[in-house]
């Protein structure tokens, strides 16, 4: 594992830990969960590139596979600040 990536998910985990205590401490933080939900995938990619050090095709695979859900989710989620579902605007 390099040292970017390395520090790249430690990043990513520690905010995403940030955001999990602050979600439940404020009430209001319940209409991020779509763009939360994508991050997560995001950081599960990163850690998927993080572990691929053996040139294992598969954890590529999985890799790119979390980064396209993660893109999923966040066209669910501009879908929806579009229709006005949302309270959150950006």
């Keep these: ?10 990043l990513g985990l520690g905010i995403l ?7 439940r401490r404020q009430p ?5 969960r779509l763009p939360l939900l994508g991050f997560a ?3 599960l990619g990163w850690v998927a590139n993080a572990l ?4 294992s095709h ?3 695979i999985v890799e790119h596979g979390f980064y396209a859900l ?3 989710t966040y066209v669910i989620w501009t879908t929806r600040l579009k229709r006005g579902d ?5």
């Design 28 to 32: 209001q933080l319940a209409e991020l």
């Design 1 to 10: 594992m390099a040292e970017r990536e390395f520090l790249t998910v430690l």
């Design 52 to 55: 691929d050090h053996a040139d």
């Design 70 to 72: 993660a893109a999923i």
């Design 58 to 60: 598969w954890m590529r």
């Design 17 to 23: 830990a940030w955001f999990s205590l602050q979600y």
């Design 86 to 90: 949302s309270k959150w605007i950006g």
């Design 41 to 43: 995938l995001v950081v």
